[in-house]
């Protein structure tokens, strides 16, 4: 009497391709791709085992180490290209507490401007690689039987890493398109506006144009209320009113205005505390 194709599936000498070709005769296609899914999630598993042993063995350092770091990064560059024309790493980033600081105008740039999401992915891979050799490989946080493959635990450190490597990208960008906006050659001496002494009417006017191209560059709004409400002379009392901020909140975005980077506190120092006054002297209030 012959066996039921359920016995012979049974059988301890049907090896993992032979089942699959049972189920696929027999259950349908449908069982057969699980079938094939599950092989590979225990392939993977395998693979990642003995790699895992292999890196230890290095001290996750030296060659072995160096081209899988290479392996991760080819891994990654393509999720991090397709997240980013999406928008979908805000979303996961604010889901792992680790939300970015953005506008929309920087999401346009990084989905036209090829060179600048280069720049930002391998600033995000360089730290997602340090992120998972202390956390994940050298912190013990990744182990064989986690669940996660090293890959997938890679992305999760690609995650924690896009929000500093964003705010350097950003930072950066804004810095060179004010410049931009206000006409500054980067070659040039930065402080090429010292020559405004605010003695003369045409510097006077100078200083007022280059007040206003400043203010109109500021890609923050409230930066911007906050810059024109120092001009026309209102305390920061009043300002904390008009913005909605607390007293300290103004106080802190003052100071980071003031002691920014490049030109930005010199725009500050040379010409926001004094370029808009009044013929008397006296600041123009609304």
Same mark, same amino acid.
């Given at each position: 009497?012959?066996?039921?194709? =359920?016995?012979? +599936?049974?059988?301890?000498?049907?090896?993992?391709?032979?089942?699959?070709?049972?189920? !696929?005769?027999?259950?349908? /296609?449908?069982?057969?791709?699980?079938?094939?899914?599950?092989?590979?999630?225990?392939?993977?598993?395998?693979?990642?085992? *003995?790699?895992?042993? !292999?890196?230890?063995?290095?001290?996750?350092?030296?060659?072995?180490?160096?081209?899988?770091?290479?392996?991760?990064?080819?891994?990654?560059? &393509?999720?991090?290209?397709?997240?980013?024309?999406?928008?979908?790493?805000?979303?996961?980033?604010?889901?792992?507490?680790?939300?970015?600081?953005?506008? *929309?105008?920087?999401?346009?740039?990084?989905?036209?401007?090829?060179?600048?999401?280069? $720049?930002?992915?391998?600033?995000?891979?360089?730290?997602?690689?340090?992120?998972?050799? *202390?956390? /994940?490989?050298?912190?013990?946080?990744?182990?064989?039987?986690?669940?996660?493959?090293?890959? $997938?635990?890679?992305?999760?450190?690609?995650?924690?890493?896009?929000?500093?490597?964003?705010?350097?990208?950003?930072? #950066?960008?804004?810095?060179?398109?004010?410049?931009? /906006?206000?006409?500054?050659?980067?070659?040039?001496?930065?402080?090429?506006?010292?020559?405004?002494?605010?003695?003369? &009417?045409?510097?006077?006017?100078?200083?007022?144009?280059?007040?206003?191209?400043?203010?109109?560059?500021?890609?923050?709004?409230?930066?911007? $209320?906050?810059?024109?409400?120092?001009? #026309?002379?209102?305390?920061?009392?009043?300002?904390?009113?008009?913005?909605?901020? =607390?007293?300290?909140?103004?106080?802190?975005?003052?100071? +980071?205005?003031?002691?920014?980077?490049?030109?930005?506190?010199?725009?500050?120092?040379?010409?926001?505390?004094?370029?808009?006054?009044?013929? =008397?002297?006296?600041?123009?209030? &609304?």
């Amino acid at each position: 009497m012959g066996r039921s194709p =359920s016995r012979a +599936r049974a059988s301890p000498t049907t090896s993992p391709a032979g089942l699959l070709q049972d189920l !696929e005769s027999e259950e349908g /296609a449908s069982v057969a791709v699980v079938g094939r899914d599950v092989l590979d999630r225990l392939a993977v598993r395998v693979h990642d085992r *003995e790699l895992h042993a !292999e890196l230890v063995a290095c001290g996750f350092s030296g060659p072995r180490y160096e081209i899988f770091c290479g392996e991760l990064v080819a891994y990654g560059r &393509p999720v991090l290209l397709h997240w980013l024309f999406t928008g979908e790493i805000y979303r996961l980033c604010a889901a792992k507490r680790r939300a970015v600081t953005s506008n *929309e105008r920087e999401r346009r740039i990084l989905r036209g401007r090829g060179e600048e999401r280069e $720049t930002l992915i391998n600033h995000t891979l360089a730290k997602g690689l340090v992120f998972f050799r *202390e956390r /994940a490989l050298v912190g013990g946080q990744w182990t064989p039987d986690g669940g996660a493959s090293l890959k $997938t635990f890679f992305i999760g450190a690609l995650l924690l890493g896009f929000k500093d490597a964003y705010a350097s990208w950003a930072a #950066q960008h804004r810095k060179e398109s004010l410049d931009l /906006a206000l006409g500054l050659d980067p070659e040039l001496d930065r402080w090429a506006v010292d020559g405004l002494d605010h003695e003369g &009417p045409e510097d006077a006017v100078a200083g007022h144009d280059f007040v206003t191209r400043y203010v109109g560059a500021l890609a923050d709004a409230i930066d911007r $209320t906050i810059v024109e409400s120092v001009v #026309q002379g209102y305390t920061h009392a009043e300002i904390a009113t008009r913005t909605n901020l =607390s007293p300290e909140a103004v106080n802190s975005r003052i100071h +980071r205005l003031r002691h920014g980077s490049g030109i930005v506190g010199a725009v500050w120092d040379r010409f926001v505390q004094t370029a808009w006054s009044g013929p =008397s002297g006296a600041p123009e209030r &609304p």
